[in-house]
């Protein structure tokens, strides 16, 4: 299938791209178009104007501000696995950008539209939870920012309003003792995973989410405590019951599955 019939236009500054889209009730922003061009292909999606602000300076900006990362919405996967921002060539986002599905698809994708878009599988989501990212986002009524974890709120859901943009991500620089974890399982390589984990320990700070869900990450809090504590690989029965708490609904074999996902994000971060 083909779109339905569209206006396109390209607006020269995140103000006038707000200002067309609350005149046009339903207009949709355009950056990467990864998920929105099959969404319009499938006709899924059928908006009357498409605003592109994949080239708007503002949010193809990244900087560090003081001990944060300042990451605009329409950087791409690439611009972050190839260390175009402040994150560098190494560690946890970098790596992450290199396991996005292929290339092609991390050449135009971005941050931004990746969190926007919200699928449960996808890796900014679960990565960026895990990170304790927040988002900067901005309307006609002014400015906010939200944790990422609170700005899921399920598959496809987020918490953005009517005319309202996400701008930049923002994470705080971890420490040089900083440890991490990711793993994901795929059929196919460069497909969603269908179970996926994150671990960040930094400091007296350790988070644990799992991926790849019905609805959105979720955080495993009470192993991240453990692992904290005693920084080491707790049994698979500790782990298991840990992922049962966390995500009741999935059967027994799937829950095997998550285990081995966990279990081995876990021994990433020991093992740095």
């Known amino acids: 299938m083909k779109p339905a019939a569209f206006d396109y236009v390209r607006p020269d500054c995140i103000d006038d791209a707000l200002k067309i889209v609350r005149q046009n009730g339903d207009a949709k922003f355009i950056?990467?178009?990864?998920?929105?061009?099959?969404?319009?292909?499938?006709?899924?999606?059928?908006?009357?104007?498409?605003?592109?602000?994949?080239?708007?300076?503002?949010?193809?900006?990244?900087?560090?501000?003081?001990?944060?990362?300042?990451?605009?919405?329409?950087?791409?996967?690439?611009?972050?696995?190839?260390?175009?921002?402040?994150?560098?060539?190494?560690?946890?986002?970098?790596?992450?950008?290199?396991?996005?599905?292929?290339?092609?698809?991390?050449?135009?994708?971005?941050?931004?539209?990746?969190?926007?878009?919200?699928?449960?599988?996808?890796?900014?989501?679960?990565?960026?939870?895990?990170?304790?990212?927040?988002?900067?986002?901005?309307?006609?009524?002014?400015?906010?920012?939200?944790?990422?974890?609170?700005?899921?709120?399920?598959?496809?859901?987020?918490?953005?309003?009517?005319?309202?943009?996400?701008?930049?991500?923002?994470?705080?620089?971890?420490?040089?003792?900083?440890?991490?974890?990711?793993?994901k399982l795929c059929r196919k390589a460069g497909e969603f995973p269908i179970a996926s984990a994150a671990i960040v320990a930094d400091g007296d700070q350790c988070r644990i989410f799992l991926g790849a869900l019905s609805d959105r990450p979720r955080p495993m809090a009470g192993l991240a405590g453990e692992i904290g504590r005693s920084r080491r690989l707790p049994a698979s029965s500790t782990i298991a019951s840990a992922v049962g708490e966390a995500a009741p609904e999935i059967d027994h074999v799937d829950r095997r599955i998550f285990v081995a996902c966990v279990a081995r994000a876990i021994s990433q971060a020991l093992d740095q």
Not at 89 to 110: D, F, V, W
Request: charged share 20%.
């Open 31 to 183: 950056a990467g178009g990864q998920s929105l061009g099959p969404m319009l292909n499938l006709r899924l999606a059928r908006p009357s104007l498409l605003v592109d602000i994949s080239r708007l300076p503002e949010l193809r900006h990244a900087e560090q501000r003081s001990a944060n990362w300042i990451i605009g919405a329409a950087i791409t996967h690439a611009d972050i696995e190839d260390g175009r921002t402040p994150a560098g060539k190494s560690g946890m986002l970098p790596e992450i950008a290199r396991q996005i599905a292929y290339r092609a698809i991390r050449n135009r994708g971005t941050i931004g539209g990746s969190l926007a878009h919200a699928d449960a599988a996808a890796d900014w989501p679960l990565a960026l939870s895990t990170c304790g990212a927040s988002v900067h986002l901005k309307s006609a009524a002014g400015t906010r920012t939200l944790a990422v974890s609170d700005f899921l709120q399920s598959s496809f859901t987020t918490a953005l309003g009517d005319g309202e943009m996400l701008t930049a991500v923002e994470i705080t620089v971890p420490s040089q003792t900083a440890r991490w974890g990711y793993y």
